[in-house]
């Protein structure tokens, strides 16, 4: 499975998994070490805590829904130059400093 983009997903801004456009839809991923972790808790509910690989052929409904919408969409397609049907890229530009406990990243930090 190649991976063409990948996000970095946080957790009350602690490192919690991978979030991967492949060339058969999506993957999500936990980090073991934060699995580890005492105060652990899930991205969403729909991607509880586990160690396997969540794959979808569309875009998690949870990730999905940190894009933002209507007027502010418009705005973030035209200042990134980001086609609005390009949900992947939305989430990377848009969702580093998410409204609730998960954020988005381009990189590892």
Avoid: Q
């Avoid at 602690?14 to 580890?36: C, N, P, R, V």
């Avoid at 586990?50 to 875009?59: A, F």
């Amino acid at each position: 499975m190649d991976t063409f983009r990948t996000a970095f997903v946080y957790v009350r801004n602690i490192f919690a998994g991978i979030l991967a456009e492949t060339d058969e839809g999506y993957s999500f991923s936990y980090d073991s070490e934060y699995i580890s972790r005492e105060n652990a808790g899930a991205a969403s509910l729909t991607l509880p805590l586990s160690k396997e690989i969540y794959t979808s052929k569309t875009l998690f409904s949870f990730f999905d829904g940190l894009i933002p919408e209507g007027w502010l969409l418009g705005i973030v397609s035209r200042n990134w130059k980001i086609d609005t049907k390009d949900r992947f890229g939305l989430l990377l530009v848009a969702c580093k400093d998410g409204i609730g406990n998960v954020s988005i990243k381009e990189e590892l930090i």
